[in-house]
């Protein structure tokens, strides 16, 4: 689908994450594509959201938010977001220094998977 299709329809109400030459953003999806190839999204409770973009075309898979997944810790610590270190929002905001999940379904829609979505870790008391 275009870039404003998703924007419209999946990403609606959503918070992402993604990465670019600016560092790590956690925040509402953009009007325009980012420069980036994957976002990932989520409604807390309703869905979380994966992006492949290749430029203003969205591959958008959906799921509802830990339906049919295990997750992942993903440590701040391993190296996979230390590019973006002193960029983006803080860690108490889900920024660099923060624990990321990775929600993995294994058979999407008949056994197209594994696929991942990413997200700053849930605290014991969030929503």
């Known amino acids: 689908m275009s870039w404003a299709a998703a924007v419209a329809g999946p990403l609606s109400g959503a918070t992402c994450l993604w990465q670019d030459l600016d560092g790590l953003h956690i925040e509402p999806p953009p009007d325009v594509p980012p420069p980036t190839s994957i976002l990932w999204g989520w409604v807390d409770g ?18 509802a938010d830990k339906a049919g997944a295990r997750t992942l810790p993903w440590s701040p610590r391993d190296g996979r977001v230390a590019a973006s270190e002193g960029r983006g929002p803080a860690a108490r905001n889900g920024g660099v220094g923060t624990a990321y999940e990775q929600i993995i379904i294994d058979g999407v829609d008949g056994g197209g998977g594994p696929i991942t979505f990413i997200r700053p870790a849930r605290v014991a008391g969030d929503g």
């Open 46 to 63: 309703v869905r979380v959201i994966r992006v492949r973009l290749d430029g203003s075309t969205a591959l958008v898979a959906v799921r």
